[in-house]
């Protein structure tokens, strides 16, 4: 089974992308801790996208793909055509560190590499593909 | 979307979140929080009984003002959370950082402590 849901890139979109995953995993046998976890990664992805790739352009579309692969095994897939940013490259300043800084930011790319098993980059037609794998 | 609701009660600042808070309403959260801080109280106590969700803009948030309090000696307690919404602090590790407690009477018992 796969969903699809097409996003304009203003963060006022968000709260859609949220309800898009958690009625595409309903019935699948996700806790709701695991299912709160999923959500939040996938937001931070977004959001990401859509405020460093697309300035938070509404004409701009991004597209998000569920696919269930299997038995509590999801593949997820992110698809924008902006700049392509590799969160596998960024290496996440400490906590300690950014609490000294007072920083705001710096903590959703911790967050998704803390809760997805695997994050890969393909480019297809133009297209960057992020895809992201998670087995609960 | 989000609601944030300030009251006070004995000396102490409540901020109530209802709703969700993600990179679009963080700011509500961050203007609320400057200010209780701004209008001086020592004791703020953030109930989270209507939070829904959060996302690193909200966490970041909270973990912003870390340095901010302990250098102004003021005490910031979070209570009510669910256990989705903590989780999400809890991954990071950032629960550890900051001063949460299950309801209100013990969030206001921790602030009294921390403040005398």
Do not use: W
């Amino acid at each position: 089974m796969s969903y699809q849901y097409n996003i304009g890139c203003s963060l006022n979109n968000l709260k859609g992308v949220r309800e898009f995953i958690r009625n595409s995993l309903k019935g699948q046998g996700v806790s709701d801790l695991e299912m709160g976890a999923i959500v939040l990664a996938l937001d931070e992805m977004c959001s990401n996208l859509m405020i460093h790739a697309h300035h938070c352009n509404p004409d701009h579309q991004i597209s998000m793909n569920i696919h269930i692969a299997g038995h509590h095994q999801f593949v997820f897939e992110i698809i924008d055509d902006g700049s392509m940013f590799d969160i596998n490259q960024y290496k996440e300043q400490e906590l300690d560190s950014l609490v000294h800084e007072k920083r705001k930011g710096g903590l959703g790319i911790r967050l998704v590499k803390s809760i997805m098993d695997k994050v890969e980059y393909l480019r297809e037609d133009g297209k960057n593909i992020c895809r992201l794998t998670k087995t609960v | 979307m989000v609601h944030i609701k300030r009251l006070q009660e004995e000396g102490a600042d409540i901020i109530a979140i209802i709703g969700e808070i993600d990179a679009s309403s963080s700011i509500e959260l961050d203007l609320a929080i400057a200010k209780s801080v701004g209008d001086g109280y020592r004791k703020i106590l953030v109930d989270c009984s209507g939070l829904e969700y959060i996302s690193s803009a909200g966490l970041g948030v909270f973990m912003s003002y870390i340095e901010e309090l302990k250098d102004k000696k003021v005490f910031l307690v979070l209570f009510g959370l669910k256990e989705r919404v903590l989780n999400t602090f809890s991954i990071l590790g950032l629960a550890d950082l900051l001063n949460i407690r299950e309801t209100k009477s013990e969030a206001k018992k921790l602030a009294d402590e921390l403040s005398v």
